[in-house]
């Protein structure tokens, strides 16, 4: 992330800069990281476009940043990155095309927000998730779902 002001510093660990605390639409907000991805009004909200915010790799950094309701935030945004890039991986499959011999996905994403049935989930969160990934080539499905249900 580049940003003037930083929200990561660039010497040492790469430690998550703290702000003052703050609740905004149920997390707790105490480092520029979580201030980026909550406060519409934060100096760091427009350093990613609409478009990339609408990734699944975004989808799974906000997740992961963002936790549960008994979240223990980490001070360095390395394990933030880890874990994301790993979920990352586990949902989707690549392959090679033969002809062009180029990497390809070959998993389709669906975000399942809602069945007409029952509710998916339990309140109401913005780190509500439940994402289906479809692989047609080894015929397998894959299903994140986190649902945020709060503490207090």
């Not at 040492?12 to 979580?34: A, P, T, W, Y």
């Amino acid at each position: 992330m580049t940003a003037d002001p930083p929200v990561v510093r660039k010497t040492g660990e790469g430690d998550i800069i703290k702000c003052m605390d703050d609740n905004r639409e149920g997390f707790q907000v105490s480092d520029k990281l979580r201030e980026m991805l909550l406060c519409e009004e934060s100096e760091h909200a427009e350093l990613y476009s609409p478009e990339e915010k609408q990734q699944l790799l975004w989808s799974l950094f906000e997740l992961v940043c963002l936790g549960g309701a008994c979240c223990q935030f980490e001070d360095q945004l390395k394990p933030y990155l880890e874990i994301t890039k790993r979920l990352y991986k586990a949902l989707l499959s690549v392959h090679k095309d033969p002809g062009t011999g180029k990497v390809e996905v070959a998993s389709t994403v669906l975000e399942v927000k809602g069945c007409d049935c029952l509710p998916l989930f339990p309140h109401k969160s913005r780190n509500n998730r439940c994402l289906v990934t479809i692989d047609s080539m080894k015929r397998t499905i894959q299903v994140l779902y986190h649902a945020h249900i709060p503490w207090w």
